[in-house]
C-alpha cells in the first residue's frame, strides 16, 4: 500500500507538463505513472500543476537574536503557506552563525520546530578561515555567507585581504551580499533624512558593480565558486553574463516587480532593502536577464522587521522585507503575464540550486526522489493581505495587490503540510543534504 498518490494533476517532468499520477512510499516518490494501487491518503489534483518542491536558497529567520520579529518555527510556517518546501537560513544572527559551536546550536533550534526542509550558512568573518576550510561534510551546511558590504547584523568582510582569505579557504559555494563598504562610507554624506529615496543614492550603482567587480576577480582566481546574491544593477548584469562557470548569481522577486521613484511614493520605508530598488532602467535589464537565461536563481531575501521600526524615520528604518511566503504568488503572475515560462521559472527555484549548491534528491519529480511537491493553481487569483502573513512581522510589501496563480498544497518528505492556506499537522522538516 501506497501513504499517498496525487492523482489527475498535470506534473511537470523532465520540463514537460504530463498527465501522470505519483505515488510516495516512505517519503520517496514511488512510482510515476497510471497508479491504481491502494493509498493511505489521495491528492485529487484536477486543474492544478504538480511541482517539484520549490526552494527558496535566500531566507533570514532572525534566531537566534531578534526572534520578537520572526523565529525558525513561524518562518518555515510562512515558508510552507507559500509553496517553499525547503530554505537556506542566513547567518546574520545574534550571535552569528560564524563558528561550529553556533552552527550547531541553528541545527539543534531547527529539530522539530521547523516545518519545512532546511539548511544553514557558516558566516565568513576576517578570522574564521580554519572552520571555512573544514565544511565539506557538516551537516545541514548550504555554503558560506560573506557580507563584503555592511546589512543588518555584524557579519563584515570589507577588506579585500580578508576578503581573498575566505575565498581562499572556502570549501564550499560562497553566497556574497556584493556591496563595497568604503564607498558606503564615503556616501553616507548624501543621506537625506527623512527621504528614503535617497537611499539607491547612498547604496549606489558604483557602491554595487565595484563590489561585484573585486569578488569575481577573487572567486576567478582562485577557482571557486561565488553566487552573487540579489542583483540589482543592469552593469552587473552585462558585466555577470560574461563571467559566467563558477559564478552564478540571483535576483529577487522585489526587484522584478517594484521600482524607483513609485515603490518609494507608495509605501516608502516598507520598499527600503539591501541592495536598493533602483530605477526602471534597472529593472528592465534584470528582466532581460531573467528571460535569456543569464541569472540562475531566483531568491526572497526574506528579511522581516516590525512595523514600529520600519516607521521609524529614515535612515534609521532598517533595510529588509519578507518575501518567504510571497514568492511564488508573485513570480507565478508574472509566468502568467508572459514574462518569463513555467520551465524557467522551476529553473531559477528548483533544478539551478540543486546544480549549484549540489542538494541531494530534490528538485525533480522522479523515482527514489524525495516526496517533496509544490501543487499550484495557475488560475486562481489571491489578494495578498497583512493580516494573512505568517511571519512575525506581520505585513508584506504587497498588501492589498491581487496575483494570478498560487500555492494550493506544499507536501514534505511525502507529508501533506499545507492546504489552500491551512497548515497541516507538527512540523518535522529535516536537514538538507549535500554531495
Not at 299 to 315: C, I, M, T
Not at 394 to 410: A, D, L, M, Q, R
Amino acid at each position: 500500500m501506497l501513504d499517498l498518490i496525487i492523482k489527475n494533476g498535470q506534473c511537470y517532468i523532465d520540463g514537460n507538463l504530463k498527465n501522470v499520477d505519483v505515488g510516495v512510499k516512505d517519503g520517496k516518490i514511488h512510482r510515476i505513472g497510471k497508479i491504481s494501487d491502494e493509498s493511505k491518503e489521495i491528492i485529487n489534483a484536477e486543474s492544478q500543476t504538480v511541482l517539484p518542491g520549490c526552494i527558496d536558497t535566500q531566507t533570514h529567520f532572525r534566531e537566534p537574536g531578534s526572534t520578537d520579529t520572526e523565529d525558525l518555527h513561524s518562518g518555515s510556517r510562512a515558508a510552507i503557506v507559500g509553496g517553499i518546501t525547503s530554505v537556506f537560513e542566513m547567518p546574520n544572527t545574534n550571535p552569528p552563525t560564524s563558528n561550529m559551536k553556533e552552527f550547531q546550536r541553528k541545527l539543534d533550534l531547527a529539530k522539530n520546530r521547523m516545518y519545512c526542509n532546511y539548511a544553514f550558512y557558516f558566516g565568513a568573518t576576517a578570522d574564521n578561515a580554519t572552520d571555512l576550510a573544514s565544511l565539506n561534510n557538516l551537516e545541514g551546511c548550504c555554503g558560506i555567507k560573506l557580507f563584503a558590504g555592511s546589512s543588518t547584523g555584524n557579519l563584515l568582510v570589507a577588506e579585500e585581504n580578508d576578503i581573498d582569505k575566505v575565498f581562499q579557504n572556502s570549501s564550499k559555494v560562497v553566497a556574497v551580499h556584493s556591496e563595497d563598504e568604503a564607498i558606503l562610507n564615503i556616501n553616507k554624506k548624501l543621506i537625506k533624512k527623512g527621504d528614503v529615496h535617497t537611499h539607491p543614492v547612498w547604496r549606489s550603482v558604483e557602491c554595487a558593480i565595484s563590489s561585484t567587480r573585486r569578488i569575481v576577480k577573487i572567486a576567478e582566481r582562485y577557482k571557486k565558486k561565488a553566487h552573487i546574491l540579489h542583483i540589482t544593477t543592469k552593469e552587473e548584469i552585462d558585466f555577470l553574463s560574461q563571467h559566467k562557470g563558477n559564478i552564478t548569481f540571483e535576483i529577487t522577486p522585489q526587484h522584478l516587480t517594484m521600482y524607483a521613484p513609485d515603490c518609494y511614493n507608495k509605501i516608502g520605508t516598507y520598499a527600503q532593502m539591501n541592495p536598493p530598488l533602483r530605477d526602471k532602467s534597472h529593472y528592465d535589464r534584470l528582466w532581460y536577464a531573467v528571460r535569456n537565461n543569464l541569472n540562475d536563481t531566483i531568491g526572497s531575501d526574506h528579511a522581516p522587521h516590525l512595523k514600529v521600526n520600519k516607521d521609524k524615520e529614515y535612515p534609521n528604518s532598517p533595510s529588509g522585507m519578507p518575501g518567504v511566503q510571497t514568492i511564488l504568488p508573485v513570480m507565478l503572475n508574472h509566468v502568467n503575464e508572459g514574462r518569463l515560462t513555467l520551465n524557467q521559472l522551476i529553473n531559477y527555484v528548483c533544478e539551478n540550486p540543486i546544480k549549484i549548491f549540489g542538494i541531494k534528491n530534490k528538485g525533480f519529480i522522479k523515482e527514489g526522489y524525495d516526496a517533496d511537491f509544490t501543487i499550484v493553481d495557475m488560475n486562481r487569483i489571491i489578494e495578498i493581505k497583512n493580516d494573512n502573513i505568517e511571519s512575525k512581522c506581520k505585513w508584506s510589501p504587497f498588501n492589498g495587490e491581487k496575483f494570478k496563480g498560487t500555492p494550493v498544497t506544499t507536501i514534505i518528505n511525502g507529508d501533506i503540510k499545507m492546504k489552500d492556506g491551512e497548515i497541516i499537522g507538527d512540523p518535522a522538516g529535516k536537514p538538507l543534504e549535500f554531495n
